[in-house]
């Protein structure tokens, strides 16, 4: 069983910048391709950001530039710089695998506000 907790989000002003965390416990081997999703009200969750086993990144073109995913295997954490940000990239914020096959249970999310 593997338990994703995000954390990091918050209310901040246009042009901002917030830095979310995403902690893995459980099986290691579930630990692989990573991605932050995105889902705002009455839209469909998106993916923003992903990252692979061996640290190559892909983004979302809404994101491009601007928000940069990492990722730290010895402490099973992967996180989201975000700068630049506004009001469209408010949304709930997830960690999850990036390859649906292996996508586990969804957490709690993160609250990501930008708004002036």
């Known amino acids: 069983q593997v338990q994703l907790v995000e954390s990091g989000g918050g209310l901040v002003q246009p042009g901002g910048s917030l830095r979310l965390y995403c902690a893995a416990s459980?099986?290691?081997?579930?630990?692989?391709?990573m991605g932050w999703y995105r889902q705002a009200p009455g839209k469909q969750r998106e993916l923003v950001a992903a990252i692979n086993s061996g640290g190559s990144t892909n983004y979302a073109d809404s994101v491009k530039g601007r928000f940069t995913i990492s990722r730290d295997n010895a402490k099973r954490t992967v996180y989201l710089q975000m700068n630049s940000l506004n009001p469209e990239d408010t949304a709930v914020y997830y960690c999850?695998?990036?390859?649906?096959?292996?996508?586990?249970?969804w957490g709690q999310g993160t609250q990501v506000t930008v708004s002036s």
């Open positions: 999850n695998s990036a390859l649906a096959g292996l996508r586990h249970d």
């Open positions: 459980g099986s290691i081997f579930s630990f692989n391709d």
